[in-house]
């Protein structure tokens, strides 16, 4: 990112974000490899805690809403109910596109304040 000046700017680092993105990726991981119609209650609760975590993070009502919804899918396919992983994914990807827009609000606050 560079400047009006074209001088490179460092990314805002924001701990919380990055946090609840890794454990997006975790659970994304867990979905991948859960082989189809398997029982796995181990995965579901590592999905379960991931979502917890990821909420943990970022203090966000909408947030905790995608990652509700994340728990709830998780509950179905990791039950073996194969026909809810595609809107578990949906619901990820939205709670990911959240994490990113509230990246982008802050970038433009931190831009603002620095005007």
């Known amino acids: 990112m ?3 000046q ?3 700017k460092k990314k805002m680092p924001y701990v919380d974000l990055d946090t609840a993105r890794k454990h997006c990726q975790e659970i994304r991981g867990l979905v991948s490899r859960h082989p189809c119609g398997a029982r796995d209650e181990r995965a579901l609760q590592r999905v379960q805690q991931a ?3 990821a ?3 970022v203090s966000d009502r909408e947030c905790r809403e995608r990652a509700g919804a994340v728990e709830d899918y998780a509950c179905e396919i990791f039950a073996g109910a194969v026909e809810f992983r595609r809107e578990m994914l949906d619901e990820l990807e939205a709670l990911v596109g959240r ?3 509230l990246e982008g ?3 433009a606050v931190a831009k603002h304040r620095a005007a």
Do not use: F, M, Q
């Open 2 to 4: 560079k400047d009006h």
């Open 6 to 8: 074209g001088v490179e």
């Open 51 to 53: 979502c917890r975590a």
């Open 55 to 57: 909420t943990s993070a």
């Open 99 to 101: 994490i990113a827009a």
């Open 105 to 107: 609000l802050r970038d």
